[in-house]
């Protein structure tokens, strides 16, 4: 019988492997004319097939109906609490308008993942539209949405689309993209300034605002300069560390 | 598989009516299928497996009528484990258990909580017919049983007669009411003190193999050379493996990076099951086994193989005995009798159970080693079996463990192990050889 000349331990006829240690089993001329033993085991396996994989977009679609199983439940509660209550829909109508928004946000990225137009747009109107019934729905009347609600969304869907479209045509990603954001959040924060005193005191006039402007600007100033003082050198490590040598 | 033998003539008489037969009834799980129903996963199947390998081919259809018959007098086993309130509890399964294909890796997962679920797998390939225990319905005793019971009647159906039929339990009989029972409860002593709990022993370091993957490696040894050397040394052969496989699990350990030395420094200890009905009697059938856990500790120095040896055979003369075992009954049975261990909620327990089964279970222990003695059965049957295996379950957290069986003149060593290099076997089949014993190699 072969048998492993390292382990001692013999093996069937036909292993060209010892099984603990790996070693070509030697062949003899008389042994390969034996018939070779039978299998002990099948060759594949029975239980555990091979999972199948989810493509992204079934992955996608299982979690928007997932979402959207998930914020039927909320919806049918406060829609029936409300019925059974006040036995009409009375206070029921803004978390509804809030669960519907939240189904509309998860909807246009999950549906519409590789068309970022028809996504942004959906997204402005969805907003646009919670907030028109917001107001609706507090007196029956539009008021504040044009003085406030409308310029605020205008203003961050702007920067929004801005931070996007810049940070996705710099060359070289990094500390950069830190950058443009912080200096959105300070033209935001100058922008609400503006929108909130103009409608409150009725004169354009900058106030807390500059507060935050500045340090954004200096912090993402800053950043520029290290992303664009140091990236243009391959080894930023080794030029911070001669820098610093003690 | 070869359809053509021929079925056999004899018709046993029916030992149950009908009405018993479509009962359904519910018991209470043993004291550690309590424990196996709250751990069992993907990883930890808990699933032992014992083979017979006949001369011929095996005839599924054949096979699958002996089961249908068979299954009838162990009604213990034909259930479906179903959730309680409190406890998992085992149901009378009135479906029909079917013989399945074997695999390339044995004992992996079965989905214990779906219903309708046979608590074990029958399977065939060539030769061989299989059976897949999960443990929380019985040890390796009682599955042997039911497989001898299987085989005899399979082979009885194709028209081997013999009037000797030993202790193989038969068709024609009717279930003795001491089967059922939950012996650790019958020797329950609630005054006994605590059972001290031990270190976390050193485990391999090895990292898992991708989940479903459960490499076997079989030493076929003669049983005769083994217990020679066995006698030779003054020990059982249970102590003599158990002590040439905590060698290999030291040098193992010392051939680790010194860092990771110092890391795992802990005991290098076996896990030995014992069969409690050879110190308790019982005729259950259901789980009556606890272990005994021998070993040495890497952080005294190194210990050569006498002295393990040594270690090992006071050991088991220390432990295996009825004070020592009805101490860890108590221990475990206290457990599950405890006012507020019964009040708790399932799901609670079922997250408790696990870390218990954790601490006081798998971490304890370096290896397993079980070994199922010597297996016989009548002459008429004996002459159309070529082998009896045993094989273990796998354990992610030893990595790997083994079972042994011996059958006829044959040892048989089987080692599973869920990591990709051989290191154990590699090891403790070298030692052997070097000890002088001839040992043939197989895989799956």
């Known amino acids: 019988m072969p048998y492993c000349s390292k382990c001692g331990v013999e093996v069937d006829i036909g292993i060209e492997k010892c099984p603990l240690c790996s070693l070509p089993i030697q062949q003899f001329p008389d042994e390969e004319q034996k018939q070779p033993s039978k299998k002990k085991y099948p060759d594949e396996p029975v239980e555990h097939p091979a999972k199948r994989i989810l493509t992204p977009k079934e992955k996608r679609i299982r979690a928007w109906e997932i979402i959207s199983a998930s914020i039927m439940i909320p919806l049918l509660i406060v829609t029936f609490t409300d019925l059974i209550i006040a036995e009409t829909i009375s206070w029921a109508r803004f978390p509804m308008i809030a669960l519907i928004l939240v189904w509309l946000l998860c909807t246009f990225p999950l549906v519409f993942p590789t068309r970022p137009v028809i996504m942004i747009i959906g997204i402005a109107i969805s907003l646009i539209g919670f907030l ?51 200096f959105a959040a300070g033209i935001l924060n100058l922008g609400l300034d503006l929108i909130i005193m103009s409608t409150i005191q009725h004169k354009v006039t900058v106030t807390w605002s500059l507060f935050v402007l500045v340090p954004t600007f200096i912090i993402g100033g800053f950043l520029m300069y290290m992303h664009y003082r140091f990236t243009k050198d391959t080894d930023f490590k080794t030029k911070i560390k001669a820098k610093f040598q003690m | 598989m070869n359809e053509t033998t021929k079925m056999g003539s004899i018709e046993h008489p029916i030992a149950l009516t009908q009405e018993e037969k479509n009962k359904i009834r519910s018991y209470r799980m043993d004291n550690a299928a309590v424990l196996f129903s709250f751990v069992c996963n993907k990883r930890i199947t808990c699933l032992f497996r014992l083979s017979a390998t006949l001369t011929d081919p095996i005839n599924v259809n054949l096979l699958q009528k002996a089961l249908d018959r068979i299954i009838e007098r162990f009604p213990y086993y034909r259930v479906n484990q179903r959730p309680g309130l409190f406890w998992f509890y085992w149901e009378t399964n009135l479906g029909i258990p079917k013989v399945i294909a074997d695999s390339k890796y044995t004992s992996q997962e079965m989905p214990m909580r779906k219903k309708g679920i046979f608590p074990f797998r029958i399977r065939a390939f060539q030769n061989r017919i299989a059976v897949e225990f999960y443990h929380g319905l019985t040890d390796g005793t009682g599955g042997l049983t039911f497989l001898k019971a299987l085989v005899a009647e399979y082979l009885t159906l194709k028209g081997i007669q013999t009037d000797d039929w030993g202790d193989i339990l038969q068709y024609s009989q009717k279930p003795l009411d001491e089967e059922y029972e939950d012996a650790f409860k019958r020797y329950y002593q609630p005054m006994y003190p605590k059972h001290k709990l031990l270190e976390v022993a050193f485990r391999l370091p090895h990292k898992l193999e991708p989940l479903g993957i459960f490499h ?11 217990l020679a050397r066995s006698k030779e040394l003054n020990v059982t052969l249970t102590e003599y493996l158990s002590a040439v496989y905590i060698d290999a699990l030291q040098e193992i350990y010392y051939e680790l990076p010194e860092k990771m030395q110092k890391k795992l420094a802990k005991p290098i200890r076996m896990m030995i099951p014992v069969n409690l009905r050879r110190i308790f009697p019982s005729k259950t059938m259901r789980n009556f086994s606890l272990f005994i856990t021998p070993g040495i500790d890497p952080r005294l120095g190194f210990f050569s193989f006498e002295e393990i040896l040594e270690t090992v055979y006071h050991y088991m003369r220390v432990e295996v005995n009825d004070r020592h075992i009805s101490q860890q009954i108590r221990r475990n049975v206290r457990g599950e009798l405890h006012p507020l261990m019964r009040i708790t909620p399932l799901f609670i327990k079922r997250i408790g159970g696990r870390f218990v089964y954790s601490r006081m279970g798998e971490k304890l222990y370096s290896g397993t080693i079980t070994n199922l003695g010597r297996v016989t059965m009548p002459e008429a049957f004996s002459n159309e079996i070529e082998n009896i295996q045993f094989l273990p379950a796998p354990t992610p957290s030893n990595k790997a463990s083994c079972a042994v069986a011996s059958f006829k003149d044959k040892l048989y060593i089987n080692f599973g192990r869920v990591i990709k290099d051989s290191i154990v076997e590699r090891k403790f089949f070298r030692k052997l050889k070097k000890q002088g014993i001839s040992v043939k190699i197989e895989t799956n």
């Open chain 1, 132 to 182: 028109v019934l917001v107001d609706y729905f507090a007196d029956w009347d539009i008021d504040w949405f044009y003085k406030l609600a409308l310029p605020i969304i205008a203003l961050v869907l702007f920067l929004s689309v801005a931070v996007v479209i810049v940070s996705t045509k710099v060359k070289k990603k990094g500390m950069n993209i830190a950058a443009f954001i912080l």
């Open chain 2, 216 to 226: 076997m490696t079989t030493g076929i040894s003669d049983v005769k050379e083994v």
